[in-house]
């Protein structure tokens, strides 16, 4: 069993910054690795970014997200952060985490950015 739990949206201006965190926990492979994926409605869910937690910490991002957000592991926390800046208003979505490797997703945490 895993559970993924999100923190830290909320309403920014744009070019403000945001930080949001996935706790995970459960079954080690399946966190081995932690996605960030945002759907706004009507639309389908997209990938952001991701880690790999457990090997050589390698990362991902989105075009779209490369260069403003940035993908971390804070092990004090036990959790992965995404440090969101230059907040856009199409930035404005629904965030989730999920297991990289399984499939397992987190509630989700809304953005909103506005302009």
């Known amino acids: 069993q895993v559970q993924l739990v999100e923190s830290g949206g909320g309403s920014v201006q744009a070019g403000g910054s945001l930080r949001l965190s996935c706790a995970a926990s459960?079954?080690?492979?399946?966190?081995?690795?932690i996605s960030w994926y945002r759907q706004v409605p009507g639309k389908e869910r997209e990938f952001v970014s991701a880690i790999d937690i457990d090997s050589d910490g390698s990362t991902n991002y989105a075009h779209s997200v490369k260069g403003r957000f940035t993908i971390s592991q804070d092990n004090a926390k036990n959790t992965v952060d995404l440090q969101m800046n230059s907040l856009k208003p199409e930035d404005t979505a629904m965030y989730y985490c999920?297991?990289?490797?399984?499939?397992?997703w987190g509630q989700g945490t809304q953005v909103t950015v506005s302009s």
């Open positions: 999920k297991t990289r490797y399984c499939n397992y």
């Open positions: 459960g079954d080690t492979y399946c966190t081995s690795g």
